[in-house]
């Protein structure tokens, strides 16, 4: 008896699971398993939350360094105080993007589909988004440096003799500006070599103007500089790589082909503090108008409107924006979205007596 009664015990304790423990052990896992798939998901959506954040605080870093450094640059002249003399020999010398005599600056706002105030030219700015303002600046060429005249000129038809360099920027075709404290001079440079600068009429460049005249206008003296110079437009437009109905901060370098320089940016408002009484302090800030006077803004806001390039997510965006005066309504689309602001001051309107 005591023989069968072990069997039987032996068997009993090789029956395995049942059922019910099986169905515990099971709930225990999926709970283990959600618990899992939560940090996961969690972690996923963080990183997905964190990069867009990180990618649109990229864009409107950059978006709104090129725009104020531009800004800053804008009216270069090369002296404290303004010149006696001031003069262009560009052909089309009325024409926005070689219109140098007049203000360094200007901005564009939007009125309706197509339609800006002051107005300007489709061709000027192709393709400009609606909603957005457009903004000219007339500055050097970055990273350029200066050309320091080594001999007087006999006349203002006379050739430019400076350091024979390569390193300066300046190449044939560029539209460049001499100067000194008494005068100011804008023309094309037909050809550079050899440390001579020839500004002969007509032109060497399909982006450029030519000169009407060889005559500058001027004998500079040695120690007068040459240095170039552009016409930039920032406007807001279609992006050419991005989804469908994604947009761009473009540039237009004088007549070049507009250059798409960094993709998100949805809008761009501008406003511009003008000096109304000629104490070389802001005043008042507006948005551009017909009747702006342009040489008596002394700096500019810049607002600039990012999104993230995809939708990922259900929450719809229902914010309502602030862009300097502009309120832009809620997209509600799937997308991330933040502000800009900036305000820079055209250094080179600070005057001296």
Request: aromatic share 8%; with cysteine.
């Amino acid at each position: 008896m005591a023989s069968v009664e072990q069997g039987q015990s032996a068997v009993r304790t090789q029956r395995g699971f049942s059922l019910v423990e099986l169905m515990v052990a099971m709930a225990i896992s999926l709970l283990l398993l959600g618990g899992v798939i939560a940090i996961f998901s969690s972690s996923r959506t963080s990183y997905e939350t964190t990069s867009s954040l990180s990618r649109i605080q990229e864009t409107g870093r950059f978006a709104l360094d090129q725009i104020v450094g531009d800004i800053r640059a804008t009216g270069f002249s090369g002296c404290a105080r303004a010149p006696k003399y001031v003069s262009t020999s560009l052909s089309s010398a009325t024409d926005i993007k070689w219109d140098f005599l007049s203000a360094p600056l200007r901005g564009f706002q939007f009125v309706s589909a197509g339609s800006f105030t002051p107005s300007i030219a489709s061709t000027d700015a192709p393709s400009a988004a609606d909603g957005s303002d457009i903004l000219l600046l007339r500055r050097p060429e970055p990273e350029s440096q200066p050309l320091r005249l080594q001999a007087n000129m006999a006349s203002g038809t006379a050739d430019f003799t400076v350091p024979n360099t390569t390193s300066s920027g300046l190449d044939a075709g560029d539209i460049a500006l001499a100067y000194s404290c008494e005068a100011q001079a804008y023309f094309q440079v037909r050809s550079f070599a050899g440390g001579t600068i020839t500004h002969a009429v007509g032109g060497n460049s399909s982006t450029a103007p030519g000169n009407a005249t060889a005559d500058v206008n001027y004998a500079f003296r040695t120690n007068a500089e040459v240095i170039p110079v552009q016409t930039v437009i920032y406007y807001i437009r279609a992006s050419s790589t991005g989804p469908a109905g994604s947009t761009s901060l473009w540039r237009r370098i004088g007549s070049n082909t507009p250059e798409e320089l960094v993709e998100g940016v949805e809008q761009m408002q501008l406003r511009f503090g003008v000096d109304t009484n000629g104490d070389e302090i802001v005043d008042t800030y507006s948005t551009a108008t017909a009747g702006t006077d342009w040489n008596a803004v002394h700096s500019v806001e810049v607002g600039l409107l990012v999104r993230s390039i995809d939708q990922y997510g259900g929450d719809r965006d229902q914010e309502t924006y602030q862009l300097l005066d502009v309120p832009v309504p809620a997209a509600n689309d799937s997308r991330m979205r933040e502000v800009f602001m900036a305000t820079a001051s055209l250094r080179n309107r600070m005057r001296v007596n």
